[in-house]
């Protein structure tokens, strides 16, 4: 009895450690449909748009004509022009509003969350998105 509780319980170790290890090697291969990508500075660009219509960046180029250089390059040390484009949400409302995502059906719906209160607050969000990935914004 002692031998079959230490073989499951090496079983489960195995299991958890092999788990570990794919997502590891998933997130080290950059295979995500869609990653959130982290702004080290304020956006900034010419033209302001409403967080149901946001920037697409699909080359490097058309990143540095928007968001000048440093700013691109802050973003391509996170992802790859070649696979992914870039989504970028810039907005104002709420203090409270949230912008998230979740995949579904082939795609990636992002959902804008309105906020209650009325402080007047700009925000911007980056995701990196597969450049073969369909996607959408809804309001919730």
Do not use: C
Not at 36 to 52: A, I, R, Y
Not at 114 to 121: E, I, S, V
Request: proline share 2%; glycine share 8%; hydrophobic share 40%.
């Amino acid at each position: 009895m002692k031998n079959m509780k230490n073989a499951g319980t090496t079983i489960q170790k195995i299991l958890i450690g092999f788990g570990v290890l794919i997502s590891s090697q998933v997130l080290a291969s950059g295979d995500k449909l869609v990653q959130p990508l982290e702004l080290k500075s304020l956006l900034t660009t010419k033209t302001q748009k409403n967080v149901f219509s946001p920037f697409v960046v699909n080359s490097k180029v058309e990143a540095v004509k928007l968001l000048g250089l440093q700013q691109t390059e802050d973003i391509e040390k996170q992802m790859s022009f070649k696979t992914y484009q870039v989504l970028l949400f810039m907005w104002a409302g709420s203090g409270q509003d949230r912008l998230d995502f979740d995949l579904g059906n082939g795609k990636a719906i992002f959902r804008y969350v309105p906020g209650r209160t009325r402080d007047y607050r700009k925000h911007q969000k980056a995701f990196a998105v597969k450049k073969t990935l369909s996607w959408e914004v809804v309001r919730f």
